[in-house]
């Protein structure tokens, strides 16, 4: 089982960038998914979340409103698009397969997780 995290960069601030995540060895259609990220010198935490079907998803408040969570059960892929980007975005961004079909904030609720990919964003 493998999820792969990609689409990471440079970007400037007020920028966007869309991460993808490839699940591949298993489907992930029944767990809900989410994406988290590490800055330096920091905790990882938690960025935002998506059930299932998609049809709930959970942001951090420090995104809300800039990002956006979805997910293609066809394609067994997540996504997250980040718009107006600031530097306290830079990190590097990890996706999570969770144990259930409905998860949040706990990185404890999540099983399956990604390499991650960087975010850069300068000012």
């Known amino acids: 089982v493998q999820l792969q995290a990609s689409g990471g960069g440079l970007v400037q601030a007020g920028g966007s960038l869309r991460l993808s995540c490839a699940a591949s060895?298993?489907?992930?259609?029944?767990?809900?998914m989410g994406w988290f990220r590490q800055a330096p010198g920091k905790e990882r935490v938690f960025v935002a979340s998506?059930?299932?079907?998609?049809?709930?998803?959970n942001y951090a408040d420090s995104v809300k409103g800039r990002f956006t969570i979805s997910r293609d059960n066809l394609k067994n892929m997540v996504y997250l698009q980040m718009n107006s980007l600031k530097p306290e975005d830079t990190a590097v961004y990890y996706c999570?397969?969770?144990?259930?079909?409905?998860?949040?904030?706990?990185?404890?609720?999540?099983?399956?997780w990604g390499q991650g990919t960087q975010v850069t964003v300068s000012s």
């Open positions: 998506i059930s299932w079907r998609g049809g709930t998803t």
């Open positions: 060895g298993r489907a992930f259609v029944n767990n809900a």
């Open positions: 999570a397969a969770s144990r259930g079909s409905y998860s949040g904030a706990y990185q404890s609720q999540y099983n399956y």
